[in-house]
């Protein structure tokens, strides 16, 4: 694994994620990192007035995990951070499955702190994701944009 | 030669995935669109919309210049995460 | 276990605590929260100019666990926050040690982040611990509070 | 009676974890740091400074009044996390 690779782990696919592994590629031989932050995101069973049943996560391939790397050297350039890993799977979801992971190290938590979130900020609003659910009451259905989100990008 | 890309709603709602169109010189974005639009009703009204695109897989507004054998990819706003 | 403390895990304890059961515990049986906030803080092996070989944490037995329940009574009262998990270590421990553990669930990510911060800011300023550091150049020394965390702890 | 507890710095630049005090009606915390910073240089010299202090493990400030029986501490500022 080369030195870039071990700094920022970017993936999108189809396999779910093990957070205790993330979690020991964040700390292993890293003792100047005193902090480390981390964002789950999951299905959950209720969303914009539905109950839900699974979803599915459409995304441009030759797009997406470029978008993302964007998204992180923007965080590394802002932040002294030490590591970043940051997942997303695409493809069939099932209630309570992990989405997203993003996890990120550095000697000071502040920085860990802001970096993640600005990360998802952007994430939610920039890279090419979309979701379709499966809703109880009304078939399938695309996940609309959110407005909070998009403030949420704009404090940045 | 241009390959233009439908994604999520919108691909599901023109009934098309890709298309080609051919590459004129000075051509922008909204040149593209405005093509597109004139293909019928269906295509006006979803392209009328809050659409985000992107020129070779990144994000641009309406004046980018398209430049020949480019991708062009028309999609919703994202909702990742 | 009942219903209290399922929302709210708190503990300080000598024994080490592991991050994959902690996340375990934020989301079994708990498909209404799409967010998982965590944050863990490590023995770094440099702290204020000072290369280090460990550190001890010292309490106040008596007040320390309400001290934290307190703080995270705050956080629950502020944001719409699901569940919590909270723990820190003391006594003896090495550099990359585990020391303290925050975990937040909620519906939305906002909460969760905050939350964590809020509880982190807090803890950091108002809960009775303190650390002795075992440094390869001084001897032992007292961590001195630091004026960094008093400001993140007003801006709440 | 009153106990009094010192930890970490404090208790160690005192040389004292803790001692108990004869309870007077109407004392307050600064009444009792006073009686403590009388004890000799050394006292006044560590309680004079940055100097935290609970009362039945609560924070509070100087003014905080004392009851019979009361738990003291006193503390440098905190250092967790």
Chains 1, 3 share one sequence.
Not at chain 1, 6 to 15: D, G, H, P, Q
Not at chain 1, 19 to 33: G, K, P, R, W
Not at chain 1, 86 to 98: A, T, Y
């Amino acid at each position: 694994m080369d030195h870039n690779q071990e700094l920022a782990m970017i993936k999108v696919t189809e396999n779910d994620f093990n957070v205790a592994e993330e979690y020991q590629a964040l700390i292993n031989n890293n003792s100047q990192d005193g902090a480390v932050v981390f964002f789950v995101g999951l299905v959950r069973d209720f969303n914009q007035g539905h109950s839900i049943k699974g979803l599915h996560l459409e995304y441009y391939p030759a797009m997406t995990e470029n978008a993302l790397k964007v998204i992180v050297e923007k965080a590394k350039e802002r932040w002294p951070i030490g590591r970043v890993r940051l997942i997303h799977r695409v493809g069939s979801l099932n209630i309570n499955d992990q989405i997203v992971f993003v996890g990120v190290s550095s000697q000071h938590r502040e920085a860990s702190f802001e970096a993640a979130q600005f990360i998802m900020d952007f994430l939610k609003t920039e890279a090419p994701f979309w979701k379709k659910e499966v809703t109880a009451d009304e078939g399938e259905r695309w996940v609309e944009a959110n407005q909070k989100d998009q403030l949420a990008r704009k404090r940045w | 030669m241009i390959n233009v890309l439908f994604f999520a709603s919108l691909r599901e709602r023109l009934g098309c995935e890709s298309l080609t169109l051919d590459y004129q010189p000075e051509m922008k974005l909204d040149d593209i669109k405005n093509q597109l639009m004139a293909k019928g009703d269906n295509w006006q009204n979803v392209l009328s919309g809050n659409v985000l695109a992107a020129i070779d897989q990144e994000m641009v507004q309406g004046d980018a210049e398209i430049h020949d054998n480019a991708e062009i990819a028309f999609f919703p706003p994202v909702t990742g995460g």
